[in-house]
């Protein structure tokens, strides 16, 4: 039960649905010009919905970071849109923008990028006290956000004192406190063995289920098929997409269960 | 598959009869490998045939119950002992078309390669949802313990297809490059035969 006096977030119970959590539009960056350009993304819509946890795949240089970065604000399109809570973040300046990363978009980066000088509690809260927590409500979210991933044991413990699977669980959970409701991960599972890999990925899954929308890039096939849907990149365009067929329809199919 | 084995392990539990035996094994394997009656009855007479287990009276429903014999339990000992055979794989069927569809005129292979991951993840997506439906408790009985292994295994498996899928993309994709900017590579359509060769050269030395 977390202790967090904030309200859970609706619940979607897993189905995608309601307005996107986050969408592009005709989203393209380009780098260079003239005879060096080069087109890292060529127009790309996407929408994610909450309780969608959505998988990008691709062959390296198909634009995979370059999507997730523009849709986590961290770099800017050459042209279209990223909305965010029906945001466009272009619109909101970089104090806005800053604001809208600390309450709307948790960042889950492939090397952790844990702060080396704080403990895994205070790299929890730090945002939460950016954002004028106070500091003993922020430690006691970072906490309970800790135990719902089985780590209040490694609370107070810095990160060069952490195994790379306790600091990949820290910076989600540092991503997902508070009420955010978008998780943008850049291979979250680069650095892990495969069972700490599912374990993360179990964890993604678990927030997403719970109302969070999530963008993964990944080029591990076995961390995708735990995405609603996987989004296949080539060339900075989309090709190709598949959505998983519900849980209920393959049980009713006999794939599963004993028959008569 | 062997479901002769199969029968034979569960027989070793006690005598069975046959569409138990039918029952028992498609749990043990969450159904993905559906055996029909027929099966079950046509392997229960060459096993009879065999010495490996004999007909062992009625229960009290009248169904004809098997039992395993002693020659039955070391066929049985020696099928867990023996590791299955790799060396000469089934023909793949994939395998042959991607080899079929290299340099095949009016086809792209990338094309065909993305048509089956698509496929492959989507059931690949399907099955994570099963396990981790099945992870959510814990296993309660060994069929469930059993059902879980199966279903990894099929993960396993087609996540092993998945990456074979695109390491041939990016195989080809480099292979066209280096064809490209070889300097006796004739443009034009030698800078894509070369690559397609290469690799139907490379699929042959495989087999």
């Known amino acids: 039960?977390?202790?967090?006096?904030?309200?859970?977030?609706?619940?979607?119970?897993?189905?995608?649905?309601?307005?996107?959590?986050?969408?592009?539009?005709?989203?393209?960056?380009?780098h260079g010009s003239g005879i060096a350009e080069v087109h890292a993304l060529r127009g790309i819509d996407l929408s994610v919905y909450p309780g969608e946890l959505v998988a990008v795949m691709g062959p390296s240089g198909s634009g995979k970071s370059t999507l997730l970065t523009l849709a986590g604000g961290l770099d800017t399109a050459t042209s279209g849109q990223v909305v965010i809570e029906g945001q466009d973040i272009a619109a909101l300046g970089p104090k806005g923008m800053a604001?809208?990363?600390?309450?709307?978009?948790?960042?889950?980066?492939?090397?952790?990028?844990?702060?080396?000088?704080?403990?895994?509690?205070?790299?929890?809260?730090?945002?939460?006290?950016?954002?004028?927590?106070?500091?003993?409500?922020?430690?006691?979210?970072?906490?309970?956000?800790?135990?719902?991933m089985k780590l209040e044991a490694i609370a107070d413990r810095f990160p060069d004192e952490m195994s790379g699977g306790q600091q990949q669980r820290v910076a989600i959970a540092r991503a997902l406190?508070?009420?955010?409701?978008?998780?943008?991960?850049?291979?979250?599972?680069?650095?892990?063995?495969?069972?700490?890999?599912?374990?993360?990925?179990?964890?993604?899954?678990?927030?997403?289920?719970?109302?969070?929308?999530?963008?993964?890039?990944?080029?591990?096939?076995?961390?995708?098929?735990?995405?609603?849907?996987?989004?296949?990149?080539?060339?900075?365009?989309?090709?190709?997409?598949t959505v998983t067929t519900g849980a209920d329809s393959l049980l009713a199919a006999g794939t599963t269960g004993t028959t008569a | 598959m062997s479901i002769r084995h199969g029968l034979l392990a569960l027989l070793e539990r006690g005598p069975r009869y046959g569409s138990q035996l039918r029952t028992e094994f498609e749990s043990r394997t969450g159904s993905t490998w559906p055996l029909n009656v027929g099966q079950v009855y046509t392997t229960l007479s060459r096993l009879e045939r065999d010495g490996l287990i004999v007909q062992d009276g009625a229960d009290d429903a009248g169904h004809d119950l098997y039992a395993i014999t002693d020659e039955g339990r070391t066929e049985l000992r020696s099928w867990f002992e023996t590791p299955v055979d790799r060396t000469s794989p089934p023909r793949d069927e994939l395998a042959i078309k991607l080899a079929m569809a290299v340099g095949a005129p009016g086809v792209d292979i990338r094309d065909v390669i993305q048509s089956q991951r698509h496929h492959t993840l989507k059931a690949m997506q399907d099955y994570t949802r099963l396990k981790a439906q099945a992870l959510a408790d814990v296993p309660a009985n060994r069929d469930e313990v059993a059902w879980l292994l199966v279903v990894e295994q099929l993960i396993f498996q087609a996540e092993a297809e998945a990456r074979w899928l695109d390491h041939c993309e990016s195989r080809l994709v480099r292979l066209a490059e280096a064809a490209a900017t070889e300097p006796s590579a004739e443009p034009g359509p030698a800078a894509t035969r070369g690559p397609a060769r290469a690799l139907a050269d490379r699929t042959r030395s495989q087999r």
């Open chain 1, 99 to 148: 604001a809208l990363r600390r309450r709307s978009v948790g960042y889950v980066f492939q090397d952790y990028n844990l702060i080396p000088a704080l403990t895994a509690a205070e790299n929890i809260a730090l945002p939460r006290e950016l954002d004028g927590v106070s500091v003993r409500k922020a430690r006691k979210e970072a906490l309970a956000a800790l135990a719902e």
């Open chain 1, 1 to 30: 039960m977390p202790a967090s006096a904030t309200p859970p977030p609706p619940s979607s119970s897993g189905t995608p649905g309601g307005s996107p959590v986050l969408e592009l539009r005709a989203l393209t960056r380009t």
């Open chain 1, 177 to 241: 406190v508070g009420d955010r409701r978008l998780v943008l991960a850049d291979e979250p599972t680069g650095a892990l063995d495969s069972e700490t890999g599912e374990a993360v990925l179990a964890l993604l899954r678990t927030r997403c289920d719970q109302g969070a929308a999530g963008v993964m890039v990944t080029h591990e096939p076995r961390y995708a098929a735990w995405a609603d849907r996987v989004v296949f990149l080539r060339d900075g365009s989309i090709v190709d997409q």
